[in-house]
């Protein structure tokens, strides 16, 4: 991960102390959010006015790993029906691929699961689900191109039930989170799969690029207040995105980050340990 924003910081401000100004601009940067970002000030404005860059760093993680919590338990399944994830997310934030790569953990963690190519607004999202698929060996339910996604999903969880399927993940389409039409679709395929359980769709994961900083946040409130999300999967770690909204969203919303992208081979994801991502993001 090409993280670790507080490193030239704290090496600037070795042995000396610390510009408030620049910390405070460091922070922001790194877009951990305003209400975080004045959070570590304070606490380490109560330390006195001599404060280092090692300090400086030290304080934040403290009160990032404050904000995160433990390590969540692996998923595991129900006892006699499907487990409904529902995939949600902007268009470009690599959510199809993430899918898929959320399927391969189940696999390799000895879980049996199901796509479904709820995504019916492109052809092309279809079809790259197929390939996903295919090349790793797991089921993929499909309808027509602009079919309906509440409808597809609702049979898929039916399809799964039969089969003694543990996990459905459902892929739903891009959309943008200003679209209020395409937020209401989203409503209706969550409504629909609660038709089979009420408790259904019974994880709702926000797929958010790490790159697109503090516009992960706005994206998040949206989603959240539209179906309430239970977590997020944070992808493109491995570029120049430096993963601090993921603190913003958790200090913010209360959603936690469940998975993390590193890469665009299928076991280039694997759950979220915090203690392991503020060491890397600091």
């Known amino acids: 991960m090409a993280l670790g924003f507080l490193k030239s910081f704290v090496q600037k401000f070795t042995a000396r102390p610390v510009d408030w100004d620049e910390l405070e601009e460091a922070l922001i940067r790194a877009d951990l959010g305003v209400p975080m970002a004045l959070k570590i000030l304070e606490s380490l404005r109560g330390r006195g006015k001599s404060v280092t860059g090692e300090t400086a760093a030290e304080v934040a993680r403290e009160e990032i790993l404050n904000v995160l919590p433990p390590t969540l338990p692996l998923l595991r399944p129900l006892p006699s029906k499907p487990k409904a994830i529902l995939v949600v997310g902007v268009n470009g934030t690599g959510k199809t691929t993430s899918s898929a790569k959320l399927a391969h953990w189940f696999k390799s963690h000895r879980h049996s699961c199901v796509l ?144 993390i992208g590193t890469g665009e081979k299928p076991g280039d994801f694997c759950a979220f340990h915090r203690e392991t991502f503020v060491s890397k993001i600091l």
């Open 116 to 259: 479904v190519a709820a995504d019916t607004f492109r052809a092309a999202a279809i079809e790259q689900l197929g390939v996903w698929g295919e090349r790793l060996g797991i089921d993929v339910i499909k309808s027509q191109y602009q079919g309906d996604s509440a409808a597809l999903c609702y049979d898929a969880w039916t399809s799964a039930q039969k089969k003694n399927i543990e996990f459905l993940i459902c892929d739903t389409a891009g959309r943008l989170h200003t679209k209020s039409n395409l937020m209401q679709e989203l409503t209706k395929v969550a409504r629909t799969l609660a038709k089979h359980d009420e408790d259904a769709p019974h994880e709702k994961w926000l797929v958010v690029d790490a790159t697109t900083g503090s516009n992960a946040l706005v994206q998040a409130k949206e989603f959240h207040q539209a179906i309430g999300l239970t977590g997020l999967i944070m992808t493109k770690l491995d570029g120049s995105g430096k993963g601090g909204v993921a603190v913003a969203i958790q200090h913010e919303l209360g959603i936690p980050t469940r998975f």
